[in-house]
T-cell receptor, first 113, second 113 residues
Framework: SAVISQKPSRDICQRGTSLTIQCQVD?????MFWYRQQPGQSLTLIAT?????????ESGFVIDKFPISRPNLTFSTLTVSNMSPEDSSIYLC??????????FGPGTRLLVL | QKEVEQDPGPLSVPEGAIVSLNCTYS??????FMWYRQYSRKGPELLMY????GNKEDGRFTAQVDKSSKYISLFIRDSQPSDSATYLC?????????????FGKGTHLIIQP
């Protein structure tokens, strides 16, 4: 399985600011994904990030709010822009390990005041 | 109706008991079914995956999928206190791990020593 790291592991931010979350994988992967896990809610897919192309966003998520970069096959960033307290959540990246599997990073815990 | 329903619990059982965790879903396009374990303040860890209907066993864990009923289960035999965690079911269409996953809310399991 892939080893995935995320930075920062947690942060406390002021409303109106932006935070960029990094996801690093120890091997080259084609598909990377970003999810959000809000308290009491299911993990929800934000977007799919493929290297060399624009990210594909799910309904309810827009590029202006959650810009994503995927500069190579081992790295991606997710930015949470113009934050509000409603953005307080755990943000997770994942990678496709095989036809059947997806592996997750440890998550970034974000609190917006 | 949410696409994936999962009782959030908590489910508390004594050590050594057989645990049954379940999810129901509404989207008949789902073909891949996964179970993740998530400890507090950690990312989801893939436990098992199955394709289409049937059973799969791995040590103390057995996953069952009944596509006709749109019902999946995870059984844990000889449960241990270390099994205490939140268990998430997840599923996807024909793309499998190369697609975004749809999750249940997770069941919080407590194994009492």
């Amino acid at each position: 399985s892939a080893v995935i790291s995320q930075k920062p592991s947690r942060d406390i931010c002021q409303r109106g600011t932006s935070l960029t979350i990094q996801c690093q994988v120890d091997s080259q992967v084609t598909m990377m994904f970003w999810y959000r896990q809000q308290p009491g809610q299911s993990l929800t897919l934000i977007a799919t990030a493929n290297q060399g192309s624009e990210a594909t966003y799910e309904s309810g998520f827009v590029i202006d709010k959650f810009p994503i970069s995927r500069p190579n096959l081992t790295f991606s960033t997710l930015t949470v822009s113009n934050m509000s307290p409603e953005d307080s959540s755990i943000y997770l990246c994942s990678v496709s390990g095989s036809q059947e599997t997806q592996y997750f990073g440890p998550g970034t815990r974000l609190l917006v005041l | 109706q949410k696409e994936v329903e999962q009782d959030p619990g908590p489910l508390s059982v004594p050590e050594g008991a057989i645990v049954s965790l379940n999810c129901t879903y509404s989207n008949s396009a789902f073909q891949y079914f996964m179970w993740y374990r998530q400890y507090s303040r950690k990312g989801p860890e893939l436990l098992m995956y199955t394709y289409s209907s049937g059973n799969k066993e791995d040590g103390r864990f057995t996953a069952q999928v009944d596509k006709s009923s749109k019902y999946i289960s995870l059984f844990i035999r000889d449960s241990q206190p270390s099994d205490s965690a939140t268990y998430l079911c997840a599923m996807s269409g024909l793309g499998g791990g190369a697609d975004g996953l749809t999750f249940g809310k997770g069941t919080h399991l407590i194994i009492q020593p």
